[in-house]
């Protein structure tokens, strides 16, 4: 599986509240994107990709995170005929944001916007971000992948959640145990490979981690979704990989009509 073309300029765009610096709330656009894909197996015909997403919704009443909004979006944008009916939604972590928008990089319950996607889309596969808490049940199509490879329709999709760091940290693990999780991983060869931290790239000034680089540049065959760190550049390969960064931006994959 392969992305043929990524749209730079995006199709649709989301407005909301996010925390900012100095806890002063801020209004921010999420960009909806198009990429064609070269192949998908027989039972799936769209892929929709997100990662980052920590805000609230411009309605202060409702206040939902961002993520139930941007489900409710999906599920318009079908009815419109917009984009085809989503079959797989793949979030790669961090869907979180304080009620009150009061500080930056919290920490807290994202179960709500995995159980909305989970009515928008037959399947909802992901990895959580470093900011993640699930405290109530999943729903029942929803699958949350820490070292694991699910096969959904013919797609085969594996995962890693959290980032290097100290252990006694909420969803971080040590650079050798992250390593040996994503190792294994890999090895069950999965088609999509979802993390939430990914490499860096060094040649574009693109943040990321050398250690998760160095390892799929030599290993792997995967398309491989991740956030945490924005690229302005988001598609890239390294070694037999294709690298997708959807950090702070939804990515609608489907085959190109002809």
Known sequence: ????????????????????????????????????????????????????????????????????AVAEELALLQDLGEIPDVDVVLLAGDLFDY???????GTGDVTAVWNAFAVTSPAVIGV?????????????????????????????????????????????RGEMTYRKVLQDTLAAKPQILLLHQGPDDPDRNQPGDPSVRDYLEN?????????HKHWYQPLHDLGRNQLLNVDHRLVVMSVREP
């Not at 890693?160 to 969803?171: F, M």
């Not at 290993?219 to 979704?225: A, K």
């Open 128 to 172: 959580h971000g470093n900011h993640d808490m699930v405290e109530d049940e999943l729903a029942p199509n929803a699958i949350a992948l820490d070292g694991q490879v699910r096969e959904y329709a013919g797609l085969r999709i594996g995962g890693v959640s959290g980032i290097i760091g100290q252990e006694d940290r909420h969803h971080r």
């Open 99 to 105: 009620p009150d928008l009061h500080k930056l990089g």
């Open 1 to 68: 599986m392969k992305i043929l073309d990524l749209e730079h300029t995006p199709f649709h765009q989301l407005e909301y509240r996010s925390s900012g610096p100095g806890g002063v709330e801020r209004r921010v656009v999420l960009p909806f994107h198009r990429a064609w894909i070269d192949a998908m197996p027989a039972g799936i015909q769209c892929l929709v990709a997100v990662s980052d997403i920590q805000g609230r919704e411009l309605d202060r009443n409702g206040n939902r995170l961002l993520g139930e």
């Open 219 to 227: 290993h792997g065959s995967s398309l491989v979704i991740f956030g």
